[in-house]
Nanobody, 127 residues
Framework: QVQLVESGGGLVQAGGSLRLSCATA????????MGWFRQAPGKDRDFVAT????????DYADSVEGRFTISRDNAKNTVYLQMNSLKPEDTAVYYC????????????????????WGQGTQVTVSS
């Protein structure tokens, strides 16, 4: 079992920045493929970013490419999502996700590919 805890959400003005964190006590963290997803009220949970277990490759949704950066510190069992140039349409609950089996690039953006999920952290971007 892998428990994930997100933090760092909050209220920010458009153009501002936030850094989200996702931490776990799981011994297997360094082998977990990690992802960030977001879900606005009444909408589907959408892919945001993903990172391989060793950080060797990352991928992003087109809507956040160039603005968001996913990273991980395996020594701290933590994955980060640095969000810059935030827009009102970025407003959502952001979820951290993990999968114990490495994901290929064609699966790493799919909600169904991840086995573990955090409870989410709210990000609100005002105009």
């Amino acid at each position: 079992q892998v428990q994930l805890v997100e933090s760092g959400g909050g209220l920010v003005q458009a153009g501002g920045s936030l850094r989200l964190s996702c931490a776990t006590a799981a011994r297997t963290f360094s082998s977990l493929h990690m992802g960030w997803f977001r879900q606005a009220p009444g909408k589907d949970r959408d892919f945001v970013a993903t990172i391989r277990w060793d950080g060797a490759w990352t991928d992003y949704a087109d809507s956040v490419e160039g603005r968001f950066t996913i990273s991980r510190d395996n020594a701290k069992n933590t994955v980060y999502l640095q969000m810059n140039s935030l827009k009102p349409e970025d407003t959502a609950v952001y979820y951290c996700a993990a999968n114990p089996i490495p994901l290929d690039s064609n699966r790493s953006g799919a909600v169904s590919a991840y086995s573990y999920w955090g409870q989410g952290t709210q990000v609100t971007v005002s105009s």
